[in-house]
């Protein structure tokens, strides 16, 4: 690839240049390995003898590619990770597709291919397909990124929440609204505004911590776009629960709620891509924050919240003055591509 | 979804305009269904409990979205599941996630889930999971798929490469380059031909058949981008083998021919969307291409070549007057953004 530092048209045309880019760029950097067995049209892999697939998908467009904390291919990676996590399953596979722009540095899929791979390697995600292509200057804008995962929830091992009952304890497993404010800061919206690092990070290891301590949590969710209130909400409409926070208790760094006041952004709705909702019986939220708290990523897990009823389907939200009121999912366009 | 005709920023936000587009076009569309069982990060399947699990992706980003012979999506459906069975699998489940362009019409885009649908019917394949990015005006080019397709090869039925021997057949299953043709006439780029239908069809049921009728079919590959000629110069190189074409023998349709010759294409290069190249003992030639031709998408199925050797790793094409010369992958770019 000495000769093509950009990428042009024919990387994507399935010939010899889509070859040198595969095997010379992207492979190496993704999996470490120069040469692989025969790539075949799809990966034929082992899957365990009992045990639900679970899949997920998605695509990733965000702007800018590099921003504090990440980039892109972490994102991608840690963010179809943690939709397996929450799911209860252990992360398996991953595919990975790219939509290049013509024009692209090939150092910056380089260097994106190995984020993705060291972001791989905090679960043991393992990576089984992929598909590149490219598209004309001016029909993408730089690189967009497909993940899916799949995974095994193991026998035993789904979670349950229609088990969910009144008295359960809703937790947080870190600050909110961190990946929003520093995608927008990344954007240099904020001119004025310190450098915020996005909480972007693969949950898996303290997901799986915190069932070991506890037999009994119901659900797992990560409040990406629309943010936690959007994730609660859907999850008391869901299940027909009635859940109430308690403002006091959400966790907010002290410069993004700086940011939120300027820019008039409310952190329950910013997008949030290292974090983690928990619902569990009250009785076992010392011992599970005490796992969460363990990992530097769960450093600042909380209560923020009770399951006050069922049958309803509203979640609520109590001021520090004593009053209540319902909170929707998030309505209209708060900041576009921020994954 | 009555006020709103096309897309807009909100609609990727993960809130209520994102909820409202799901719920009331993709799905119905997609999947024929209203509302379905809450819908979690990722989906929880059955998967049987022996048997290789078979995994492939794909993104596309054809031009334009709607061309003779299909559109968009049934070529993501299509190909994804050609992809699973010429691997030998069973297909099992879709994942669809899309990035759409601000202001594309809703109506495009339910045309489109419509017939991913219909071309998913043809081989049971089922959605399982999906994404929804918006991008804005400008930042990507109308509509981009991914599909990623999960299948089953079932104990036994791996395809055996490492058996392909001298005096083996090479088998196509239809003539040679109509999809590439077709996204051109549909471009307009060559404005003095007649139409003509891409061959973008699901393979499985025939593929199934062909190996019904017999168990030693070597190895399958749909030569898609790069055509027959890299399909078949891969599979060279990676097994090694001497692989002889007649070039009499190759079926290219006249209207095809035609337009290759006037914009110096070769069909060897071209892709093909509905076309499978099989490698087989010659003496179960006869009963595949029964099986093939009982199927539309089969009816011009024949042998094509021989596996004349081992060892070298060569693809050669022997021209009506005897003469011999080797093919190589597709070199440099041959038409843009055909799938």
């Known amino acids: 690839m000495e000769a093509e530092q950009r990428i042009n048209m024919s990387h994507g045309d399935g010939g010899e240049s889509a070859h040198r880019l595969l095997n010379g760029v992207i492979l190496p950097a993704l999996t470490g390995t120069e040469s692989r067995e025969p790539l075949g049209d799809a990966a034929l892999l082992p ?34 990770v943690n939709d397996l996590a929450v799911s209860g399953a252990v992360p398996l596979y991953l595919t990975v597709s790219f939509i290049l722009e013509e024009g692209l540095p090939v150092e910056h899929l380089r260097t994106i291919c190995r984020s993705m791979a060291k972001e791989a390697a905090v679960s043991g995600i393992r990576v089984a397909a992929g598909d590149t292509k490219v598209v004309g200057k001016g029909d993408c804008d730089g690189l967009f990124i497909n993940t899916t995962g799949i995974g095994v929830v193991e026998p035993g091992a789904e979670l349950r929440p229609q088990l969910i009952e009144e008295g359960d304890a809703v937790v947080v497993t870190g600050t909110l609204g961190d990946h929003g404010i520093a995608v927008l800061t990344a954007r240099e919206e904020l001119g004025l505004m310190s450098e915020i690092p996005s909480d972007c990070a693969t949950l898996f290891p303290m997901l799986k911590k915190a069932r070991e301590v506890s037999a009994d949590i119901r659900i797992l969710r990560d409040p990406t776009r629309g943010g936690l209130a959007t994730a609660l909400a859907e999850i008391c409409e869901d299940y027909r629960l009635t ?30 891509e290292g974090k983690a909702v928990l619902i569990l019986p009250a009785r076992d939220v010392p011992a599970v924050l005490d796992a969460l708290r363990y990992f530097p990523e769960g450093r600042n897990a909380c209560l923020v919240g009770m399951v006050t009823g069922r049958e309803k389907g509203q979640l609520l939200i109590r001021t520090p003055f004593g009053s209540t009121r319902r909170l929707y999912r998030l309505a209209g366009s708060m900041l576009p591509r921020i994954c």
Chains 1, 2 share one sequence.
């Open 47 to 80: 899957f365990p003898s009992a045990g639900k697939l679970a899949v997920t998908t998605d695509s990733f467009v965000i702007k800018p590619l590099f921003f504090p904390g990440g980039d892109i291919g972490k994102l991608a990676v840690a963010g179809t």
């Open 243 to 272: 859940v109430e926070l308690e403002e006091e208790l959400l966790p907010v760094k002290p410069e993004v709620e700086g940011a939120c006041e300027l820019m008039g952004f409310d952190p329950l709705y910013l997008a949030n």
